[in-house]
C-alpha cells in the first residue's frame, strides 16, 4: 500500500491541478501514511495493529488499490514489447485481446515482473470460446450475455417473505433490466426464460412475472435497445 501512496505523489506531481491549494502534497503524503501505519482491530478480547496493507473495510484501502492497480497495467501496456490489441481495467478484473494464450502468458509474466506486492493470475477463454467478464459472458462473435458463478444459487427474496410488495416486484424488474441491457439479442429470450424459471422457484405467481417482466421490458425499448 505505501507503494501506492508513492504513485498517488507522482500523480499529483505531474497533475498539481488536482490539489486544493488549503493543503500541500506533502500533507496529503503525511495523512496518507499515518492511515496506514494506524490501523487497529479487536480480535479475541485483544487488540492488534495492522503492519500490512490497507486498513479493512476502509474506503481509503480501496481508492489506493485502484490507484495502484492503475499504475502498474497502464506501466506494462506502455513497456510491454508486445501489448494487447486492447486492453479494459474494472477495480480488480482486467480484459485483454491477445492473438492466443501464449501471448497472454507471456503479458502476465511482464505484469507480475512489475508488481513485487501482488501477483496477477489469468483466465483463458473456455472450450466453446466464452470468457467471463465482471457479470457477462463474452463470445467468440463479441455477442454477451448473462455470467453467474458456478456457487450461484438462484436465491432471491422469496415471495411469501415479509418484505414488502415492492421489494418484491424490484427483484423482478431490476433482473429483466440487467438481462436487457447486458445480453445481445440473441441471448436475450433464453435469458428471458432464465428469470421466469427462476422467480417461480422463488415463489412468484407466474402472471404476476410476466405482468411485470414485460412492463419493464416495454418501458426499456422506448428508450434503448438491445446490443
Not at 504513485?7 to 500533507?27: C, F, G, H, R
Not at 493470475?121 to 466464452?130: A, C, K, T, V
Given at each position: 500500500?505505501?507503494?501506492?501512496?508513492?504513485?498517488?505523489?507522482?500523480?499529483?506531481?505531474?497533475?498539481?491541478?488536482?490539489?486544493?491549494?488549503?493543503?500541500?502534497?506533502?500533507?496529503i503524503k503525511s495523512?496518507?501514511?499515518?492511515?496506514?501505519?494506524?490501523?487497529?482491530?479487536?480480535?479475541?478480547?485483544?487488540?492488534f495493529r495492522q503492519i500490512s496493507g490497507g486498513p479493512m473495510g476502509s474506503p481509503l484501502t480501496v481508492a489506493l488499490a485502484e490507484v495502484r492497480v492503475s499504475d502498474i497495467e497502464a506501466t506494462a501496456i506502455r513497456t510491454s514489447p508486445d501489448p494487447p490489441k486492447s486492453y479494459y481495467h474494472f477495480v480488480d478484473d482486467g480484459f485483454g485481446h491477445f492473438r492466443n494464450s501464449d501471448h497472454a502468458n507471456s503479458f502476465l509474466m511482464h505484469l507480475n515482473s512489475l508488481a513485487t506486492d501482488l501477483e496477477y493470475?489469468?483466465?483463458?477463454?473456455?472450450?466453446?470460446?466464452?470468457i467471463p467478464f465482471l457479470d457477462i459472458n463474452i463470445h467468440p462473435d463479441n455477442s454477451t450475455s448473462i455470467y453467474r458463478?458456478?456457487?450461484h444459487t438462484n436465491l432471491y427474496t422469496h415471495y411469501s417473505s415479509a418484505a414488502t410488495s415492492s421489494s418484491k416486484e424490484s427483484v423482478v424488474r431490476t433482473?429483466?433490466?440487467?438481462?436487457?441491457?447486458?445480453?445481445?439479442?440473441?441471448?436475450?429470450?433464453?435469458?428471458?426464460?432464465?428469470l421466469e424459471a427462476t422467480f417461480l422457484s422463488n415463489g412468484y405467481?407466474?402472471?404476476?412475472?410476466?405482468?411485470?417482466?414485460?412492463?419493464?421490458?416495454?418501458?426499456?425499448?422506448?428508450t434503448t435497445r438491445p446490443s
Open positions: 500500500m505505501h507503494k501506492a501512496v508513492n504513485t498517488v505523489m507522482d500523480i499529483l506531481k505531474n497533475k498539481p491541478e488536482l490539489v486544493s491549494k488549503e493543503i500541500s502534497p506533502e500533507a495523512l496518507l501514511i499515518f492511515s496506514l501505519d494506524n490501523s487497529y482491530f479487536e480480535f479475541n478480547n485483544k487488540f493470475s489469468i483466465e483463458h477463454p473456455r472450450p466453446d470460446g466464452s458463478k458456478p456457487t433482473l429483466t433490466r440487467r438481462a436487457f441491457k447486458l445480453c445481445s439479442s440473441e441471448h436475450l429470450d433464453n435469458e428471458l426464460h432464465h405467481p407466474l402472471q404476476k412475472i410476466r405482468h411485470l417482466m414485460q412492463k419493464t421490458l416495454d418501458h426499456l425499448r422506448t
